[in-house]
């Protein structure tokens, strides 16, 4: 006999058992449009270095959801809202951490660091002193060596649902360089669907530093296929050329006229197989561009890339001088990304805003020398819309 009272708690169990299965159904369609839903955590989780290394994940109300590691401050995730309502994943990485050990270095999403892109034979002086680097992209430095900071685990600390905040402490000799270095670098998703990272440091012994991130985007999707169809803006009316080991010859050119003007919307692939002597260098392009600029200081738009099979558009803001257009010359199909997506040649592209390469060796260039009591500070933004 079933009484009253027993009855109530069966109603009342039934009730909360149809509230829990509504949340998980609702947390369920939330997810089924979000691919990063498909990336564990676990798998990101482990210790090296000391350190624990794990995944964090920035959210805003729009649901854009950005996945960031603190093994090389590496942003493994973008998933944003496309023309059809559903989301895109926009930037290529890894389902696991062990995946960037085991394949190729590509840089996915790191931080660069100490010095991003290439120092001429990994050589430059300071005050009639000079210093060797490591030599890892013969005959020249690239990105800081081959223990640079995409290659360390980050102290994180996750701020808030919108910000992880990164910081690391980069010890005098490290990789060549002098100096003890304190960075931090900060992750910010604005509700303006809008990923600012404001990157900080200062030393106590004269140093050369040009920071940057790394991430790889195509804006139809991670693993989709070709770039080369997608429309890019730089805006800048000179770039620098390089030799054939992509050391600038310390010209500033004029893009006008050239397959690197891209002053107005021009399809990457336009021009990418041109026979010329730069294109040739760069196996494509993979160019410095010397951004106009209004003012040394503030935010300003540096270059937009639309796609219109998603309607997605990337703006990228920055207080640097220059930003190294490269277009995904050296993927192969033998990568392996998410979800066993192939990587393969020019299915990607970098817009890495920075000082220009081998500047400590070009006086014609700007600085990029830090001295102690003085703060190297930057920030570079990447907003992502619908068009």
Same mark, same amino acid.
């Given at each position: 006999?079933?009484?009253?009272? %027993?009855?109530?708690?069966?109603?009342?169990?039934?009730?909360?058992?149809?509230c829990?299965?509504?949340?998980?159904?609702?947390?369920?369609? %939330?997810?089924s449009?979000n691919q990063?839903?498909?990336?564990?955590?676990?798998?990101?989780?482990?210790?090296?270095?000391?350190?624990?290394?794990?995944?964090y994940l920035?959210?805003?109300?729009?649901?854009?959801?950005?996945?960031i590691?603190?093994?090389?401050?590496?942003?493994?995730s973008?998933?944003?809202?496309?023309?059809?309502?559903s989301?895109?994943?926009?930037?290529?990485?890894?389902? #696991?951490?062990?995946?960037?050990?085991?394949?190729k270095?590509?840089?996915?999403?790191?931080?660069?660091?100490r010095?991003?892109?290439r120092?001429a034979?990994?050589?430059?002086q300071?005050?009639?002193?000079?210093?060797?680097?490591?030599?890892?992209?013969? !005959?020249?430095?690239?990105?800081?060596? !081959?223990?640079?900071?995409?290659d360390?685990?980050?102290?994180?600390?996750q701020?808030d649902?919108?910000?992880?905040?990164?910081?690391y402490? #980069?010890?005098?000799?490290?990789?060549?360089?002098p100096?003890?270095?304190?960075?931090?670098?900060?992750?910010?998703?604005?509700?303006?669907n809008?990923?600012?990272?404001?990157?900080?440091?200062?030393?106590?012994k004269?140093?050369v530093?040009?920071?940057?991130?790394?991430?790889?985007?195509?804006?139809n999707?991670?693993?989709?296929?070709?770039?080369?169809?997608?429309?890019?803006?730089?805006n800048?009316?000179?770039?620098? !050329?390089?030799? #054939?080991?992509?050391?600038?010859?310390?010209?500033?050119?004029?893009v006008a006229?050239?397959?690197?003007?891209?002053?107005k919307?021009?399809?990457?692939?336009?021009s990418?197989?041109?026979n010329?002597?730069?294109?040739?260098?760069g196996?494509?392009?993979?160019?410095?561009?010397?951004?106009?600029? %209004?003012?040394?200081?503030?935010?300003?738009?540096?270059?937009?890339?639309?796609?219109?099979?998603?309607?997605?558009?990337?703006?990228?803001?920055?207080?640097?001088?220059?930003?190294?257009?490269?277009?995904?010359?050296f993927?192969?199909?033998?990568?392996l990304?998410?979800?066993?997506?192939?990587?393969?040649?020019?299915?990607?592209?970098?817009?890495?805003?920075?000082?220009?390469?081998?500047? !400590?060796?070009q006086?014609?260039?700007a #600085?990029?020398?830090?001295?102690?009591?003085?703060?190297?500070?930057?920030?570079?933004?990447?907003?992502?819309?619908?068009?």
């Amino acid at each position: 006999m079933i009484t009253f009272k %027993k009855l109530s708690a069966v109603l009342l169990l039934f009730t909360v058992q149809a509230c829990n299965n509504a949340n998980n159904k609702q947390d369920a369609i %939330k997810d089924s449009t979000n691919q990063v839903a498909q990336i564990s955590r676990a798998a990101y989780q482990q210790e090296l270095q000391g350190k624990k290394v794990d995944l964090y994940l920035l959210k805003n109300k729009q649901n854009m959801r950005v996945y960031i590691s603190n093994f090389g401050g590496r942003i493994v995730s973008v998933n944003v809202p496309n023309k059809s309502g559903s989301f895109t994943d926009v930037v290529l990485g890894y389902d #696991s951490l062990n995946h960037y050990f085991s394949r190729k270095e590509n840089y996915f999403g790191a931080l660069i660091g100490r010095y991003g892109n290439r120092i001429a034979k990994g050589k430059f002086q300071l005050d009639g002193k000079a210093y060797q680097l490591a030599v890892n992209n013969a !005959p020249n430095s690239l990105h800081g060596g !081959p223990k640079g900071f995409h290659d360390q685990v980050w102290d994180a600390k996750q701020v808030d649902d919108h910000t992880l905040e990164l910081t690391y402490l #980069s010890i005098d000799g490290e990789e060549g360089y002098p100096g003890n270095l304190s960075v931090k670098v900060v992750y910010q998703l604005t509700e303006e669907n809008s990923i600012e990272i404001s990157y900080t440091a200062t030393t106590d012994k004269k140093t050369v530093l040009n920071l940057t991130n790394h991430s790889y985007f195509n804006l139809n999707g991670a693993g989709s296929g070709t770039i080369n169809d997608h429309l890019l803006t730089i805006n800048a009316d000179k770039f620098t !050329p390089v030799d #054939s080991t992509l050391i600038p010859t310390g010209l500033l050119v004029d893009v006008a006229g050239t397959a690197f003007d891209f002053r107005k919307p021009r399809a990457i692939g336009d021009s990418v197989n041109a026979n010329v002597a730069q294109i040739k260098n760069g196996k494509g392009y993979d160019h410095n561009f010397v951004l106009n600029r %209004k003012t040394d200081h503030d935010l300003e738009l540096a270059a937009t890339v639309y796609a219109s099979t998603t309607g997605i558009k990337l703006e990228v803001f920055t207080q640097e001088p220059g930003i190294q257009f490269y277009g995904g010359n050296f993927l192969d199909s033998s990568l392996l990304g998410k979800k066993d997506l192939h990587y393969s040649f020019r299915t990607a592209f970098c817009l890495e805003t920075q000082h220009f390469p081998n500047a !400590p060796n070009q006086s014609n260039f700007a #600085s990029t020398e830090l001295v102690p009591g003085k703060t190297y500070s930057t920030k570079t933004i990447y907003k992502f819309s619908v068009q």
